[in-house]
Nanobody
Framework: QVQLVESGGGLVQPGGSLRLSCAGP????????MRWYRQAPGKSRELVSV???????NYADSVKGRFTISRVNAENTVYLQMNSLKPEDTAVYYC????????????WGQGTQVTVSS
């Protein structure tokens, strides 16, 4: 089975930084589109950022200019660098992989908790 494994979450003060990572099978990172989502208690799941297999990126307005998504296919890893963190960024962050040719080929990480608090 396909398994995405996330790490890097934790407790950080407002204005601080965290880098999330997501690792998985080599074939996923060669050709799949990778996405980061987040979900806060009582809120709907929000798409945070997207990166295609050839490096095209997109960001939610709420994180644009503060977060950076990247991928290192040789390491089978996608990253989310989060700077200038705000309490509103507190959520469970999920990694997602989707095959460009078939949306049913859609896999998730287990989620990692990010808490921004003083």
């Amino acid at each position: 089975q396909v398994q995405l494994v996330e790490s890097g979450g934790g407790l950080v003060q407002p204005g601080g930084s965290l880098r999330l990572s997501c690792a998985g099978p080599k074939y996923i990172f060669n050709i799949y589109t990778m996405r980061w989502y987040r979900q806060a208690p009582g809120k709907s799941r929000e798409l945070v950022s997207v990166i295609t297999s050839d490096g095209i990126t997109n960001y939610a307005d709420s994180v644009k200019g503060r977060f950076t998504i990247s991928r290192v296919n040789a390491e089978n890893t996608v990253y989310l660098q989060m700077n200038s963190l705000k309490p509103e960024d507190t959520a469970v962050y999920y990694c997602n992989a989707v095959a460009p040719w078939e949306q049913k080929l859609n896999y998730w990480g287990q989620g990692t908790q990010v808490t921004v608090s003083s």
